[in-house]
T-cell receptor, first 109, second 115 residues
Framework: SQQGEEDPQALSIQEGENATMNCSYKTSINNLQWYRQNSGRGLVHLILIRSNEREKHSGRLRVTLDTSKKSSSLLITASRAADTASYFCATDRDDKIIFGKGTRLHILP | EADIYQTPRYLVIGTGKKITLECSQTMGHDKMYWYQQDPGMELHLIHYSYGVNSTEKGDLSSESTVSRIRTEHFPLTLESARPSHTSQYLC??????????????FGSGTRLTVV
């Protein structure tokens, strides 16, 4: 059963702009994670935010978590061509990680 | 660079053949997972293991089977491949004690095509 839902499904922005992706989930969680997947490859773990945290930064990435709304957002600042990929949120439930459907991000030159 | 390896990277095989997709990790992780992903779609958990001799089915029903005889090795087997098995298969692992901090490490995947 699907736990996370990303929004939007696809996003195209100009290089240098900021990209924001959202994730909503249904049940209580231990933590929420964001992953990146380049075309046809495995997933790369980007950042993890615990249920008792509200915001976390890693380089050009900023993640927020609102457990009252059961939602999270991923902000990529100053986007680059190399950021073109699919981004998935994943929630930790019962010692398993359940992935959303992903947001396909395309950075335009 | 990830220390989890999947082979083969690509596989094209005829219907009815038996195949085994290999997954090995050198990190000593307790937990290992298999996900199935169609192109551009979500990942579905099909099998997982919490340690040696522990295997469980995931949320998506699958005709595949897995084994965990050694900590580092988690192969997935299809006894009789069918075109409906065409997909990408992703293996992942995590350290039970550190999962709360570090997430999963994924292999590069095996893209299976059954003709």
């Amino acid at each position: 059963s699907q736990q996370g839902e990303e929004d939007p499904q696809a996003l195209s922005i100009q290089e240098g702009e900021n990209a924001t992706m959202n994730c909503s989930y249904k049940t209580s969680i231990n933590n929420l994670q964001w992953y990146r997947q380049n075309s046809g490859r495995g997933l790369v773990h980007l950042i993890l935010i615990r249920s008792n945290e509200r915001e976390k930064h890693s380089g050009r990435l900023r993640v927020t978590l609102d457990t009252s709304k059961k939602s999270s957002s991923l902000l990529i600042t100053a986007s680059r061509a190399a950021d073109t990929a699919s981004y998935f949120c994943a929630t930790d439930r019962d010692d398993k990680i359940i992935f959303g459907k992903g947001t396909r991000l395309h950075i335009l030159p | 660079e990830a220390d989890i390896y999947q082979t083969p990277r690509y596989l094209v095989i005829g219907t009815g053949k038996k195949i085994t997709l290999e997954c090995s990790q050198t990190m000593g992780h307790d937990k290992m997972y298999w996900y199935q992903q169609d192109p551009g779609m979500e990942l579905h958990l099909i099998h997982y293991s919490y340690g040696v001799n522990s295997t469980e089915k995931g949320d998506l029903s699958s005709e595949s089977t897995v084994s965990r005889i050694r900590t580092e090795h988690f192969p997935l087997t299809l006894e009789s491949a069918r075109p409906s098995h065409t997909s990408q298969y992703l293996c992942a692992s995590s350290d039970r004690g550190r999962q709360g901090s570090y997430g999963y490490t994924f292999g590069s995947g095996t893209r299976l095509t059954v003709v």
